[in-house]
């Protein structure tokens, strides 16, 4: 009979299926042809199972340490556990122990994304604040767009998933499967849309000045008089908002001079309808919803936003005072929204 170190996967296959019929090792070596000891220890060892794993002691972390790393943490907010245990020169601490140590004293967090602003850029948001401090908001119409895709901001979601279930699957595409560029307006507690803008326009001064012309002036021409001269309409800096095209067109509508409101740069935290836009995609995209067409995400938007009531529009059009407050009480800068 031959003799062989190891056994091949497919034997110890065979074994196992002898053994479930009743084979005693020795006839098991025999029909093998391998030696009556190698199979013994075969079985032997199946018996035994695995040893368990003894988990080693979590190293101690003095409430010096600690304190440290607290501090280090508030300095390097977006460094790893190591880098932050490094800086604090505490060495021969397993990534387990450090990561179940900030849990203790931190949670992670995706960092806040916001336009840089430099010294000019604050200046121009202080001046801005100190010409509008008096204004009456309540005749003001913010404007702006926004774009949505069919997979969310992020195109990925995340959630508690049970022990044993599986996380549901999602759909991967690029550019969060393309999207549709929506326009709106709020003023006082009213909503002004949204509108679509057409799939695959490029939205330059010509084509937003008749975007405007096909939408917000079916709005504007059912207004009165009183409302017209009154009403102010505020667009942020686009390069086709801002444009002499879309100025002048504004100015043949009669929105020129004190009626168009000037706007300080990278300052969308000053918009109200900024948060509006939350609103909608808090409830299109809740518990990681996702879309197969463009028109469907799109009739998401319009449920959404009239769901949205005039109370909460007043809400933000009415937080405008506040904001120009916190705009000068931190000399121009980012206020957050």
Request: charge should be positive; hydrophobic fraction near 35%.
């Amino acid at each position: 009979m031959g003799k062989k170190k190891d056994l091949t996967g497919s034997e110890k296959s065979k074994i196992v299926r002898y053994l479930a019929g009743g084979c005693s090792s020795l006839k098991i070596a025999k029909l093998l042809k391998r030696d009556h000891r190698t199979i013994k220890r075969f079985i032997q060892n199946s018996q035994q199972g695995r040893k368990k794993c003894v988990e080693k002691p979590r190293r101690k972390i003095t409430a010096h340490e600690l304190r440290k790393d607290k501090r280090a943490a508030a300095k390097m907010p977006l460094a790893t556990s190591l880098a932050i245990f490094q800086s604090c020169n505490i060495t021969g601490v397993p990534k387990s122990t450090r990561c179940a140590i900030l849990r203790d004293m931190a949670k992670v967090r995706k960092a806040e994304r916001r336009p840089p602003l430099n010294k000019t850029h604050k200046l121009k948001r202080q001046d801005w604040a100190k010409k509008y401090l008096k204004t009456d908001f309540s005749k003001v119409l913010w404007t702006d767009e926004m774009r949505v895709s069919l997979d969310g901001p992020d195109g990925w979601a995340r959630g508690w998933i049970g022990k044993g279930q599986r996380a549901p699957v999602r759909l991967r595409r690029q550019q969060g499967g393309g999207g549709v560029l929506v326009w709106a307006g709020i003023i006082k507690d009213e909503l002004v849309g949204p509108f679509r803008v057409e799939d695959g326009v490029k939205l330059n001064s010509q084509s937003y000045c008749q975007f405007l012309e096909d939408t917000f002036k079916q709005w504007y021409r059912k207004k009165s008089a009183s409302f017209k001269k009154n009403m102010i309409f505020m667009q942020d800096n686009a390069p086709s908002h801002a444009s002499k095209y879309s100025t002048a067109w504004l100015a043949r509508k009669g929105i020129k001079e004190e009626k168009l409101m000037t706007w300080p740069p990278c300052s969308p935290d000053l918009n109200p309808i900024e948060n509006l836009w939350s609103i909608i995609k808090c409830e299109i995209y809740k518990e990681g919803k996702q879309y197969t067409s463009l028109n469907s995400v799109w009739e998401a938007v319009v449920a959404a936003a009239r769901n949205v009531d005039g109370e909460q529009i007043k809400t933000l059009t009415e937080s405008m005072d506040g904001r120009l407050l916190s705009v000068l009480a931190k000399k121009g800068g980012y206020i957050g929204r």
